[in-house]
């Protein structure tokens, strides 16, 4: 029998469970609401952000914020569409 000569690959794992409050965690069969972090943010070139002061707004600035965010997501949409279906023409 030919022994092989190639080392052993390092088997990668995971790295441990994080126990920052932060960071939500969902168990199986468990949900999440998406809006407790806030509104996606659709940029300009239609990739996404989201704001990363969310938690630390007031409950009145979240909701101009969701409300402008919206709108302008949805004409930020739209103009992407629009290119969208230049591109395929």
């Known amino acids: 029998m ?4 190639e080392p052993e690959k390092e088997v990668l794992q995971l790295p441990e469970a994080s126990n920052d409050s932060t960071i939500p965690s969902i168990k199986l069969g468990e ?13 300009a070139d239609g990739s996404t952000r989201q704001i990363a002061n969310w938690d630390k707004m007031t409950e009145s600035e979240q909701k101009v914020a969701w409300r ?3 709108k ?15 591109q395929n023409k």
């Not at 302008?72 to 230049?86: C, D, G, I, S």
């Open 68 to 70: 402008r965010i919206s």
């Open 72 to 86: 302008r997501n949805e004409e930020r949409r739209k103009v992407l569409l629009e290119q969208q279906q230049q």
């Open 2 to 5: 030919l022994e092989s000569k």
């Open 31 to 43: 949900s999440i609401k998406f809006e407790d972090m806030g509104p996606v943010i659709i940029n």
